[in-house]
């Protein structure tokens, strides 16, 4: 019972929704007024009235991602405040709230695990929305809310205001001298070449730049940008605290893991601390080769990525450029799909079904003949499509109120280069691990068993463990059994050489302790500042601390690097950027084991498929892990494979 895809969705998509808006509201009121509230009765009907309105909406917001125009925008910003007012009408419902807590108390002792997952979700949404206050709390809260909202937008705003506002002319051509020419291409302008504080542009600069000066002018004004953004900070973590004491909870830390695997600052801070002790004396090691190699007395932050690069070269003599020919795109694809039947024993059959787009391709997935799963690939560049890759569900696996089964689809889409008549498409190796990344996440929502539509796939899945599946998968496009089966030249055939191969892991674990001490420095950051309504003055302090534990190369005081951490203040990872880390050591430690038993082990495989992806987020995460694994998670693994030496 597949949705396929609707060529005329843009056309009536507003009055469409707004239909099924309007005969939901009256459906709700129909189950609120029946007398058979029991799970199967009140709350998987209820449960399936949102999974409607997720795959009439997800084609719309995938023709907005992937076929941009002035039509789809205005469809798309049409249908987004009708959508928002709907949930918060469901989030602020009383009546609502009362009636999943009475099935949860009646139903007591009659749920299965899963089912139990759904209520224990629903019920916690519910209060963490704030429907069981007071009114005059609940006013506060709106208020609080509506306040973070235009703090963050504005505090995003500023960062792109003045990343878009710099930028340095060159003209002297010894100024730009190992700069890779697609680069200076793309830098190129009259007399000379223009570079900016937008990526790729800064990076290229920072990292090929041979002119310390203009390194350093680019540094510190991609460093010092949004200066107006540390009152913004403090405005944001004033009401974070106020949010979460209005809520019961005693900073907004603690409110933040609510919703996450973690137990606690406190687990996720030890966590942090084990790892930035580790990889210390490696980072310290590395730093003192990049020293040494440069020659200067005084390395500073924007000494780093130049160096950096020439020590690469120096140890890996790694150049993407020449790994393209052994990466075309339907090798890969095609090799990826084989890999994956090897180890879960499923198999993938394009199939002709409508698509958005001629360069679209569909595949059938099946289990011993049955078909269960769908998957679609958008994965090639075109004007109109945003930029990057990602993974988005459609339909979720699940049984409806009338136990029929819905199965799955998914749409991987990225920006990778067309094919066209006189050259195929040929990728670099980042690509190739990028559409094993957003494979990961496909398969854990297609593979789902699960009945429930709110636990089934990701949906469910904890904000800190829901990169576990892509981290994991992507480990394998590095892994030599897995390359040889599909990365041939695509003239000669030739398999790639064992030697290009080494060259590939030697990359991936170049200077490995000191960019993983990076990533540490944002999750203390962040865990840190959002235990308490700091200062400015304050937050510098708490930036400085961390920075004694995890900075080999001590930035110059005027880097305001948090003025500028959208993730945190203008994003969704606020007391939450840890979840990198607390996914890769999963990731880590599920791929050290499919390395100690056989990459292509069966047993090893239908084990991480019946514990891991079949399971979507319908238990504790680290429970299923424990199940697969036999034991707790190995935090050494993500060491490991990340080339670190863990005593």
């Known amino acids: 019972?597949?949705?396929?895809?609707?060529?005329?969705?843009?056309?009536?998509?507003?009055?469409?929704?707004?239909?099924?808006?309007?005969?939901?509201?009256?459906?709700?009121?129909?189950?609120?007024?029946?007398?058979?509230?029991?799970?199967?009765?009140?709350?998987?009907?209820?449960?399936?009235?949102?999974?409607?309105?997720?795959?009439?909406?997800?084609?719309v917001y995938l023709l907005n991602s992937v076929n941009n125009s002035d039509k789809t925008q205005e469809v798309f910003n049409a249908c987004i405040p009708l959508?928002?007012?709907?949930?918060?009408?469901?989030?602020?419902?009383?009546?609502?709230?009362?009636?999943?807590?009475?099935?949860?108390?009646?139903?007591?002792?009659?749920?299965?695990?899963?089912?139990k997952k759904v209520m224990d979700d629903m019920l916690k949404e519910f209060r963490l929305s704030g429907v069981h206050l007071p009114s005059d709390h609940k006013k506060r809260l709106m208020e609080i809310n509506l306040?973070?909202?235009?703090?963050?937008?504005?505090?995003?705003q500023n960062v792109l205001k003045d990343t878009d506002s710099f930028e340095i002319f060159l003209d002297k051509p010894e100024d730009v001298e190992g700069i890779p020419a697609p680069d200076l291409k793309a830098a190129k302008c009259e007399n000379g070449w223009t570079f900016t504080l937008k990526m790729p542009s800064y990076i290229a600069y920072m990292t090929y730049g041979p002119?310390?000066?203009?390194?350093?002018?680019?540094?510190?004004?991609?460093?010092?940008?949004?200066?107006?953004?540390?009152?913004?900070?403090?405005?944001?973590?004033?009401?974070?605290k106020e949010k979460a004491q209005i809520l019961g909870f005693e900073k907004f830390s603690d409110l933040s893991l609510e919703t996450k695997n973690a137990d606690s600052p406190e687990t996720v801070i030890a966590f942090l601390n084990d790892l930035a002790e580790k990889a210390y004396k490696q980072a310290e090691q590395e730093t003192n080769e990049l020293r040494a190699l440069s020659g200067l007395k005084d390395?500073?932050?924007?000494?780093?990525?130049?160096?950096?690069?020439?020590?690469?070269?120096?140890?890996?003599?790694?150049?993407?450029?020449?790994?393209?020919?052994?990466?075309?795109?339907?090798?890969?694809?095609?090799?990826?799909?084989?890999?994956?039947?090897?180890?879960?024993?499923?198999?993938?059959?394009?199939?002709?079904?409508?698509?958005?787009?001629?360069?679209?391709?569909?595949?059938?997935?099946?289990?011993?003949?049955?078909?269960?799963?769908?998957?679609?690939?958008?994965l090639t560049f075109r004007k109109g499509k945003r930029d990057g890759a990602w993974m988005n569900d459609w339909q979720v696996r699940h049984l409806d109120k009338d136990d029929k089964m819905h199965p799955a689809t998914a749409m991987i889409c990225a920006n990778f280069p067309q094919e066209k008549a006189d050259s195929p498409s040929l990728l670099g190796h980042r690509e190739v691990v990028t559409l094993f990344h957003e494979t990961g996440h496909a398969l854990h929502h297609l593979l789902s068993e699960i009945d429930e539509v709110d636990v089934s796939g990701t949906n469910g899945v904890e904000w800190d463990v829901i990169e576990f599946p892509s981290q994991f998968l992507e480990l394998f496009a590095y892994n030599p059994d897995v390359l040889k089966m599909f990365a041939r030249h695509y003239e000669t055939g030739e398999i790639i050489?064992?030697?290009?191969?080494?060259?590939?892991?030697?990359?991936?674990?170049?200077?490995?302790?000191?960019?993983?001490?990076?990533?540490?420095?944002?999750?203390?950051?962040?865990?840190?500042?959002?235990?308490?309504?700091?200062?400015?003055?304050?937050?510098?302090?708490?930036?400085?601390?961390?920075?004694?534990?995890?900075?080999?190369?001590?930035?110059?005081?005027?880097?305001?690097?948090?003025?500028?951490f959208s993730h945190i203040f203008g994003g969704g990872y606020a007391a939450g950027y840890y979840s990198y880390k607390w996914a890769e050591r999963l990731s880590c430690d599920a791929y050290r084991i499919f390395l100690e038993n056989g990459v292509f082990d069966k047993k090893t495989g239908e084990s991480f498929l019946s514990n891991i992806l079949s399971k979507g987020g319908s238990a504790d995460p680290i429970e299923l892990f424990k199940k697969f694994s036999g034991r707790e998670p190995d935090n050494k693994s993500l060491l490991i494979i990340n080339g670190i030496n863990p005593a």
């Open 299 to 378: 390395i500073q932050a924007y000494d780093a990525g130049f160096y950096s690069e020439k020590l690469r070269l120096q140890k890996c003599g790694y150049d993407e450029q020449l790994y393209r020919p052994y990466f075309e795109l339907n090798n890969v694809v095609s090799g990826l799909f084989t890999f994956i039947e090897k180890i879960f024993g499923i198999s993938f059959k394009k199939t002709d079904v409508p698509v958005w787009h001629e360069s679209v391709k569909a595949y059938d997935i099946s289990r011993n003949g049955e078909t269960f799963a769908r998957i679609y690939t958008d």
């Open 497 to 564: 050489p064992d030697e290009m191969i080494e060259k590939l892991d030697c990359v991936r674990t170049f200077m490995s302790a000191t960019a993983l001490l990076r990533q540490l420095e944002f999750g203390l950051f962040d865990m840190n500042i959002h235990a308490d309504a700091l200062t400015a003055e304050q937050v510098q302090k708490e930036l400085d601390k961390v920075r004694e534990k995890t900075s080999m190369i001590k930035p110059p005081s005027y880097n305001k690097f948090q003025n500028g």
């Open 211 to 240: 002119n310390r000066e203009i390194r350093e002018k680019l540094y510190k004004a991609y460093t010092t940008r949004a200066p107006q953004n540390s009152e913004i900070i403090e405005k944001t973590l004033k009401l974070k």
């Open 147 to 156: 306040e973070l909202s235009r703090l963050s937008t504005d505090f995003s």
């Open 83 to 115: 959508l928002t007012e709907y949930q918060t009408e469901l989030g602020q419902s009383t009546e609502l709230y009362e009636a999943v807590k009475a099935v949860a108390e009646t139903e007591k002792g009659h749920l299965n695990q899963t089912q």
């Open 1 to 59: 019972m597949f949705v396929n895809y609707r060529t005329d969705i843009l056309e009536n998509a507003v009055a469409e929704l707004k239909g099924m808006l309007d005969t939901n509201r009256q459906k709700i009121k129909e189950l609120l007024n029946s007398n058979n509230k029991t799970y199967k009765g009140f709350i998987r009907p209820l449960t399936e009235l949102g999974s409607h309105i997720n795959e009439f909406f997800t084609p």
